[in-house]
């Protein structure tokens, strides 16, 4: 069981770094046919082309990263333990538990404990190449920890906070702790238009396109994708 979910992990790491070379196009026609072949996965999924159609990625990439899903995570799915290992080796310097814990619930449409490989394309594809409104949209949810449609100071302090201990002390060597609470009750100060102490899409989604800086803060998780 170990060995399998090690394996589990160790094929999630390269399925991400065959979907950053898709994006970045040095994943060429060749490659990807290299790369199909060498998986040795029959199996496709049934709506493929739905998935095509919902997403921003081809069939050929669907194929690529279903095959290398199925092949790396012969169960289809990947779990919360897996997601935060891999989340560790992206920051060894700092702890990524916490947030990988709320990214991997923004993952979990279904909210049944586990990611499974529509999960994981319609997430990523939002992330990688969805419009600035369809990301903000994602980051919201992200940030809705209790899934009530709305973003209290709690919860935003919760994420922005899990941010800052994953990048660790070699990235914020001189952090005090009070650092996230300051940076939300600005966020807060900028979102809140109406001043009732909560932060709808709306008005999520006005700020961030108003406010550059905020945008790049509030998008800071994408760089890990």
């Not at 969805?130 to 100071?153: A, P, Q, S």
Request: glycine share 6%; proline share 2%.
């Amino acid at each position: 069981m170990a060995g399998c979910t090690s394996r589990c992990r160790q094929g999630v790491l390269k399925l991400i770094q065959s979907l950053q070379r898709l994006v970045s196009g040095t994943l060429s026609k060749d490659n990807i046919d290299d790369e199909l072949e060498m998986t040795m996965v029959c199996h496709r999924p049934e709506g493929l082309e739905q998935l095509e159609a919902q997403t921003n990625f081809t069939k050929q990439e669907l194929q690529v990263l279903y095959r290398g899903f199925k092949n790396e995570c012969p169960s289809g799915v990947v779990n919360e333990e897996t997601f935060k290992h891999i989340y560790a080796q992206f920051f060894p310097h700092g702890d990524a538990s916490t947030y990988a814990h709320y990214l991997f619930n923004a993952f979990d449409t279904r909210n049944d404990g586990s990611i499974k490989f529509e999960d994981f394309v319609m997430g990523l594809s939002t992330l990688l190449r969805g419009t600035v409104r369809e990301k903000l949209e994602w980051t919201f949810h992200l940030y809705d920890i209790n899934r009530d449609g709305l973003i209290n100071k709690e919860e935003m302090t919760e994420i922005v906070r899990a941010i800052y201990d994953m990048m660790g002390k070699y990235t914020y060597p001189a952090l005090k702790g009070d650092v996230p609470k300051q940076h939300v009750d600005s966020f807060f100060e900028k979102m809140d238009k109406n001043k009732d102490g909560v932060v709808t899409l709306e008005e999520f989604v006005l700020a961030c396109q108003e406010d550059e800086n905020m945008m790049r803060s509030i998008q800071l998780f994408e760089n890990v994708m």
